[in-house]
């Protein structure tokens, strides 16, 4: 992983419950309910950092201090967050 950096997408509204944030995209004022999107405890940590753009280098440095992993697993579960937040739009690459 190297330099790419990522931002959340406007047109959401997210909730928490309990570990898990689910987020779902608005349409004009309307909530498009079927297509919400559960995040686990880790996506959570990394979406809630993606308010700003971050690097990649950035996230795994976040990740690293907060969760009790190997640089490895780290990069490979960002990696994974990443593509499937990008292919369901609610985060963007820059």
Known sequence: MGKTFYKKKTGFVEKT???????????GAVAQMEKVFSLNELGSFIYNHLSSQK???????????????DEETANKDLEHFLKKAVESGIIEEL
């Open 17 to 27: 419950v309990g570990d898990e944030m689910v987020i779902v995209p608005l349409v």
């Open 55 to 69: 690097s990649t280098t950035d996230l795994i440095k976040l990740i690293l201090s907060e969760f009790e992993i």
